[in-house]
């Protein structure tokens, strides 16, 4: 966060933008060094292992320092060439600090997430230990952070413009309620795509695995206002990190290439499942919601969509929930044109 803040605040100063641009080298230098360190590992066998104090196996290390070296090495490249012909990237702003440091810490993630012994690790913890509901709302929070970090509030621009920039701002109340109505009906509308994904592309273990991921988020013995809460939290924080900040410099795609490889439970034998695709699909739904109507939008989409699962609602709640949000848009829209027509 406080990098984040600084490669904001940098923007204007010459001599500390280019401090800030050396530092964020600096931190892609020291991905790229974990990672030829872990190469280094995997190739000099069990005892270069013990002796740097590592504790995976070589397959591990060779994929982990593989992808930290590959990607930390695409970034500095692309600092150096910048990307402005670079499809998807184009919309970041060349040089900038925090253009710089946006695109170390997307590959740096990406080359975290796609780790298999990160994503093995994440699953085991995930089906054998109890997922409790601060954890949930909690877990979240950093993501939260981040985006507003990432907006520079207080530092390069004032609350209302940071607001604006997360697409916060303008409000659009009936767009809130369409969201919502997409949300609910995006969950019997994916059942059958998720069925045929798993169905199909899931080898068995992993369904049975994937099931037991899927009864410990939704936990049990918790009230609807806990369920609720950690829809909101999921909602919230993710929503405002890869769709409000992130969204509108790296396009619809790549933010939820971003995202969908952070749903690390959902990976199978430790690398991208049918379900992260399926999670990818959402997150285009949800960054085209964000595109046309704002973040808040996208956000009451998410909540819905969480909520309806983790709460068990079946079709018929859904169907009268999804029309009732129709119609409240539909009168929200039209209302205020009634009041202002001339009598």
Partial sequence: MALALACQASEGDPA????????????????????????????????????????????????????????????????????????????????????????????RGLAANLTPSTATATVAATVGTPQTTSDLILGGLPFAVIAVAAVGPGVRRDPPAALERLGVLPLRPPWWLIGMAVGLVLVPLGAPIVDFLTGHLTPADCQVQQQQVAQSLQGVDRTALEQFGIAVSAGVSEELLFRGALQPRIGILLSSVLWASFHLQYTCHGLPSASNLYILLLGLVFGSLRKWSGVLAAIAAHVAYDATILLGADNSTITRLTV????????????????????
């Fill in 324 to 343: 009732l949000s129709v119609l409240l848009a539909m009168a929200a829209q039209t209302v205020p044109r009634l009041v202002r027509r001339p009598g």
């Fill in 16 to 107: 500390f933008s280019r401090f800030m641009r050396v530092a964020v080298v600096v931190v892609t230098v020291y991905f790229l060094a974990n990672g030829l360190l872990e190469l280094a590992a995997a190739a000099g066998g069990a005892s270069a292992r013990s002796a740097l104090g590592l504790s995976n196996t070589t397959t591990n290390l060779a994929a982990a320092g593989g992808l930290d070296t590959g990607f930390s090495l695409l970034t500095l490249a692309l600092f150096a060439v910048g990307t402005e012909r670079i499809p998807g990237l184009r919309r970041l702003r060349p040089g900038r600090p925090i253009t710089w440091l946006a695109l170390s810490l997307y590959f």
